[in-house]
T-cell receptor, first 109, second 117 residues
Framework: AQRVTQPEKLLSVFKGAPVELKCNYSYSGSPELFWYVQYSRQRLQLLLRHISRESIKGFTADLNKGETSFHLKKPFAQEEDSAMYYCALSDYNFNKFYFGSGTKLNVKP | DTGVSQDPRHKITKRGQNVTFRCDPISEHNRLYWYRQTLGQGPEFLTYFQNEAQLEKSRLLSDRFSAERPKGSFSTLEIQRTEQGDSAMYLC???????????????FGPGTRLTVL
């Protein structure tokens, strides 16, 4: 069965500290992996996807097929990074999307 | 075009009543998705449309739920005989689909928060 697991509901770090938000998945096939972010009182929006292999707002994520993980990382957290982060996967046709339960990142000054 | 819009933003209803939500996607987007999000959870996929055709439906979409996109533009999601367990945020998203195999980003609406008393 398709599943996305985000083990941490809340992650608190100090400004300038490294951040890693964990995401593990199970999927029978080759999934497309994404990270979405929701800032306070804003809409859910795409942060990055694995295939583009780009850094957005200093965040990167590497797909590890052996460990079925897609962890989100940033070397130096900023207060404006505080938000809810969701890991998601879809099939190759983007017909269905499966979201994790989310991790709330709190960056303290 | 200010993005995906949803109406109403909030709906309070009594158990057993029918409710209908509307989603207006970004105008040139041919794909439209519906999700449900309960407290402490991520969005759960319900269904999606490619133009006016409903191509995928989740098992979460019981026979009390029906969605339409009659002209390939706006979409409606109706819940009949609402139950307290239907209380959730209902999200709509639209995208250009996967033209030429390329992914095009989903843009989400603000959601409709349903409370069933």
């Amino acid at each position: 069965a398709q599943r996305v697991t985000q083990p941490e509901k809340l992650l608190s770090v100090f400004k300038g500290a490294p951040v890693e938000l964990k995401c593990n998945y199970s999927y029978s096939g080759s999934p497309e992996l994404f990270w979405y972010v929701q800032y306070s009182r804003q809409r859910l929006q795409l942060l990055l996807r694995h295939i583009s292999r780009e850094s957005i707002k200093g965040f990167t994520a590497d797909l590890n097929k052996g460990e079925t993980s897609f962890h989100l990382k940033k070397p130096f957290a900023q207060e404006e990074d505080s938000a809810m982060y969701y890991c998601a996967l879809s099939d190759y046709n983007f017909n269905k999307f499966y979201f994790g339960s989310g991790t709330k990142l709190n960056v303290k000054p | 075009d200010t993005g995906v819009s949803q109406d109403p933003r909030h709906k309070i209803t009594k158990r057993g009543q029918n409710v209908t939500f509307r989603c207006d996607p970004i105008s040139e987007h041919n794909r439209l998705y519906w999700y449900r999000q309960t407290l402490g959870q991520g969005p759960e996929f319900l269904t999606y449309f490619q133009n006016e055709a409903q191509l995928e439906k989740s098992r979460l979409l019981s026979d009390r739920f029906s969605a339409e996109r009659p002209k390939g533009s706006f979409s409606t999601l109706e819940i009949q005989r609402t139950e307290q367990g239907d209380s959730a945020m209902y999200l709509c998203a639209s995208s250009l689909g996967n033209r030429g195999g390329r992914y095009n980003e989903q843009f989400f609406g603000p959601g409709t928060r349903l409370t069933v008393l």
